[in-house]
């Protein structure tokens, strides 16, 4: 597709509950990138991906987040046992890999955790 | 530790005023800098900026970059209500393509 597409726009989550997250790149684009925006604040990456190997992690807490990225699939970005704390939207950008390029955003994920 | 620094983080100004926003760097390896702005939802992409003193240009908005003193500036003229956002700069990694953000510059245009 032309544009980064993620669903759901809005999810709630009882706490300790699971939520999942997807994202579908730009088609020809094999970079993305999770980034968790919380109350308008900075932007905290979370992880990176490139095409379906995990290119950097440093940023995703490990005990409860996991991602991937499968051929001919959705990204996806699950969180378990969520806490009150993740409630954030979760945005995914994706790039070209090769040369200087920008990352484009998806319209990102409203997650709340109730 | 790699970062970027915004200033100002908020700023007012009347419709019709020109406004300069900053973008201040530390990275070990750069490979390209980036301006976005956030209205409601999604980072939309204005500019990406990789050599030193090359001015790019998109209607109002204006941006360089300064690789020897680390810094960018994102210019918008004849600001309008429509330019309120949030601004934001990043910076992409050249080892590892890591694009890190900096807090942003909240802007409100008054009418």
């Known amino acids: 597709g032309e544009e980064v597409a993620q669903t759901p726009k809005h999810l709630v989550r009882g706490e300790g509950q699971k939520a999942k997250l997807y994202c579908a790149p730009i088609?020809?684009?094999?970079?993305v990138f999770w980034y968790q925006q919380v109350l308008k604040n900075e932007f905290k990456f979370l992880i990176s991906?490139?095409?379906?190997?995990?290119?950097?992690e440093t940023g995703m807490p490990k005990e409860r987040f996991s991602a991937k990225c499968l051929p001919n699939s959705p990204c996806s970005l699950e969180i378990q046992a969520t806490k009150l704390e993740d409630s954030a939207v979760y945005f995914c950008?994706?790039?070209?890999?090769?040369?200087?390029?920008?990352?484009?955003f998806g319209q990102g994920t409203r997650l709340t955790v109730v | 530790e790699d970062k970027v620094v915004q200033s100002p983080l908020s700023l007012v100004v009347h419709e019709g005023d020109t406004v300069t926003l900053n973008c201040s760097y530390e990275?070990?390896?750069?490979?390209?800098l980036l301006w976005y702005k956030q209205e409601k939802k999604a980072p939309t992409f204005l500019f990406m900026l990789?050599?030193?003193?090359i001015e790019k240009k998109s209607g109002r908005l204006s941006s360089i970059l300064d690789k020897k003193e680390l810094f960018s500036i994102l210019n918008i003229t004849a600001t309008q209500t429509g330019d309120s956002a949030v601004y934001l700069c990043?910076?992409?990694?050249?080892?590892?393509?890591?694009?890190?953000f900096g807090k942003g510059t909240r802007l409100h245009i008054l009418p």
């Open positions: 950008a994706s790039s070209q890999s090769a040369g200087d390029t920008e990352a484009f």
């Open positions: 088609k020809g684009h094999s970079y």
């Open positions: 991906f490139q095409n379906e190997n995990v290119f950097d």
């Open positions: 990275v070990t390896n750069f490979r390209s």
């Open positions: 990789t050599s030193s003193g």
């Open positions: 990043a910076l992409r990694r050249n080892r590892d393509d890591k694009i890190i």
